[in-house]
């Protein structure tokens, strides 16, 4: 009973009863959702192992955004990174009908990365050096962006017909899993390792919850600030490979197009909260994860993609509801009214 | 010096270079391109931009209350798409779905405003919210275009209203030019404008003085809502259809038009004539590029963004070059005073 209640009470709460909720939902209503086999060339296939292929891209995008969130900052500029990610590394390999790269491909995804820590590191200089507001620092990227990815592939959609370059998101010859579930993994666990081993998480929560006692303390708050915005740079730039490669194209407009929301809204399910200060890497992941799910088991109800954003919408202002402290001081008020000792997830969820 | 130092301080400078910058465009173009020259360019720079310019004034309302309304140009699409919907699908006459319309951006505002007041959230992730909101119900609508064909809808769209047998203005462009003088006069000579500067300057305080903030707050949003809803009108008048991705990125145009003219993004600053300006700028970048003809029209996001960027980069100039020649006034004040009283 006791661990029960500190179970509820911990920030993954929210996340895994989300995620349970969506796969019980989903095991239920889609005929074999939970059905794994093995293909003849020796792949996994399956609904779950499409889910995790699919949110790959999103798990590094929240990690980034993670981070940028506990700054008490914001980046709505990754889905144009992403986009001017994948018009990089599209346009490095090049569109020739044969096949035949026109650089090698590992120079083509370093460049990829490397735009993404560009746009990271201008959005970084913009926060931290000019002292300007997050959303509207990242806002001209994020309209500016897909500008210069159009540039980029000059308004076309760049096609690659270099076939390594599909092994990004598919899996490479030998490999039972996607190789896309390896790179997040790589990505989370190397957060992970920094979290455990150096000061940095401590640092930007610090920076997060109090700027100014941070500095008289004697942490670089600029630079944290500026490093943080680079990282999410460089985890847009990695998606941006994932999405592009997924469809083996560079198309300025739709490349990660509304990704920002769904970042924000992992990190959010997550546990971290918006205002930034303590922050939650596990959670954002299963967030992420959720969010994909939530994604699929949208699509197979018949919800057009377009459409979709509609209830991603809802589930922001309700979570954004549940984490206001003035929603809980509310509630309370109501508790001590009424002398009902009830949960207050739930009941903040009917309120929203 | 001093005067290069009063100038830069002065309240009206961000206005000033906007207005200079403007007309050195405006020049530039006439001498490179010929038909620059046309008054009925000049007009059409309201003609083409009277939405952005309705939408721009609700977005400054915001702005000044340190506030940010990313969801304008998804009310806008919305707007667009009911108008659309109702007259074409369901045969409401004009007179009814224009207002129908108006009350449900109005209201999508006020809500909007009072979940953030009354809950103490940030404005962008709201408003974030509902850009996608109202963008996914565009689609939940109809994911097609739908045309309007309302004889007396496409009449009001084609009308021509001349001015001093110079050229013609749309009937759009009359409505944008009401909601400027509307807002300039709000934001001057009335109550609520003065309380809605007291909250951008100091929430605080002007909570402590009384002044009515949690009301005025909503009231701003819903401001916004209406001139979204009011823009999507003015936009349909010139599309004559709705469609799911109108105005995209509009939000991003208003808020770089805002703060070209002017508008701090910390709160508490804007000047609607400066608003004006910084649209017709836009305006301008846009008619050079169709003049020119080989332009890409992502030239203008690219263009927009920097100089977005180069004005938001001066104000953070502005604002430090202020505290620094207050700082030393207030220093040159009391040294004289301490003076003789310690001998």
């Not at chain 1, 159009?150 to 996607?178: A, H």
């Not at chain 2, 001093?2 to 206005?15: E, P, R």
């Not at chain 2, 994911?143 to 050229?167: C, E, K, Q, W």
Request: hydrophobic share 55%; charged share 10%; with cysteine.
């Amino acid at each position: 009973m006791e661990k029960l209640k500190q179970f509820t009470s911990s920030s993954l709460f929210l996340p895994i009863v989300a995620l349970a909720v969506l796969l019980i939902f989903n095991a239920v209503f889609v005929d074999g959702f939970l059905h794994i086999q093995l293909t003849e060339d020796g792949r996994l296939y399956g609904r779950l192992i499409d889910i995790l292929n699919r949110s790959s891209s999103l798990v590094i995008l929240s990690l980034g955004m993670t981070f940028v969130i506990a700054t008490s900052g914001i980046d709505i500029s990754v889905g144009a990174v992403v986009a001017i990610s994948a018009a990089v590394v599209c346009t490095f390999i090049g569109g020739r009908g044969d096949g035949i790269p026109e650089h090698p491909m590992v120079l083509a995804m370093l460049a990829a990365v490397g735009a993404g820590v560009v746009c990271g590191i201008w959005n970084g200089l913009l926060v931290a050096k000019f002292k300007i507001q997050a959303v509207v620092a990242t806002l001209i990227l994020m309209t500016a962006g897909r500008g210069i990815a159009q540039l980029m592939t000059e308004g076309q959609i760049i096609t690659v017909y270099y076939k390594p370059f599909s092994y990004i998101s598919g899996t490479i010859p030998g490999n039972i899993l996607p190789t896309t579930i390896f790179i997040a993994a790589a990505m989370v666990l190397l957060v992970v390792f920094l979290m455990k081993k150096t000061s940095i998480g401590l640092f930007v929560q610090s920076v997060g919850i109090n700027p100014t006692a941070s500095r008289f303390s004697g942490i670089n708050v600029t630079l944290v600030i500026f490093l943080v915005y680079a990282f999410s740079g460089l985890c847009a730039g990695v998606s941006g490979l994932i999405e592009s490669s997924l469809i083996r194209a560079a198309d300025a407009n739709n490349a990660g197009l509304n990704m920002e929301m769904d970042a924000i809204l992992a990190v959010a399910l997550g546990g971290t909260l918006l205002s930034g200060g303590k922050f939650y890497i596990g959670g954002s992941v299963i967030g992420a994860i959720t969010i994909q799910t939530l994604t699929t088991t949208m699509y197979a109800l018949g919800v057009s993609a377009d459409q979709l954003p509609v209830v991603k919408a809802i589930a922001v202002i309700a979570i954004c509801l549940i984490q206001s402290k003035r929603c809980q001081e509310i509630f309370d008020k109501w508790k001590a009214r009424h002398m009902q000792p009830d949960n207050p997830e739930e009941k903040a969820v009917n309120k929203a | 010096m001093k005067f290069v130092n009063n100038l830069i301080a002065s309240k009206y400078f961000s206005f000033f270079v906007t207005v200079l910058l403007f007309m050195i465009l405006y020049a530039v173009g006439i001498m490179t391109y010929k038909g620059f020259m046309r008054p009925q360019v000049f007009f059409n720079l309201f003609i083409d931009n009277a939405a952005l310019i309705i939408v721009t004034v609700g977005v400054t309302f915001t702005l000044l209350i340190a506030g940010i309304d990313l969801s304008v140009g998804a009310v806008l699409a919305l707007t667009c798409m009911m108008l659309a919907y109702l007259m074409e699908n369901t045969g409401v006459s004009p007179a009814l779905a224009v207002p129908a319309v108006l009350v449900v951006g109005t209201a999508f505002g006020a809500f909007q405003g009072y979940i953030i007041t009354k809950f103490d959230l940030q404005p962008f992730i709201i408003t974030l919210a509902g850009m996608f909101f109202c963008r996914g119900l565009t689609a939940v609508i109809s994911r097609d275009t739908i045309s309007i064909s309302n004889p007396f809808y496409v009449g009001i769209a084609s009308a021509r209203i001349g001015v001093f047998g110079l050229g013609f203005v749309s009937v759009g462009a009359v409505v944008a030019l009401l909601v400027l003088i509307v807002a300039a006069i709000v934001l001057g000579y009335t109550k609520l404008g003065r309380t809605i500067f007291a909250i951008g300057g100091n929430e605080s305080s002007a909570s402590l003085m009384g002044l009515p903030v949690f009301k005025t707050k909503v009231l701003v949003y819903t401001i916004s809502g209406f001139c979204s809803a009011l823009g999507g009108i003015a936009y349909s008048l010139i599309m004559l259809t709705g469609y799911n991705l109108h105005g995209l990125g509009m939000e991003m145009d208003a808020i770089a038009s805002s703060v070209i003219g002017g508008t701090l993004l910390t709160g508490g600053v804007a000047f609607i004539p400066g608003t004006l300006f910084g649209v017709l700028i836009q305006g301008v970048i846009l008619t050079f590029i169709t003049f020119q003809g080989t332009l890409s029209a992502w030239w203008t996001k690219i263009v927009i963004g920097a100089l977005l960027c180069v004005f938001i980069i001066m104000q953070a100039f502005i604002t430090a070059h202020k505290s620094r020649l207050s700082s030393k006034s207030s220093l040159e004040q009391t040294t004289p005073k301490n003076g003789p009283a310690n001998p």
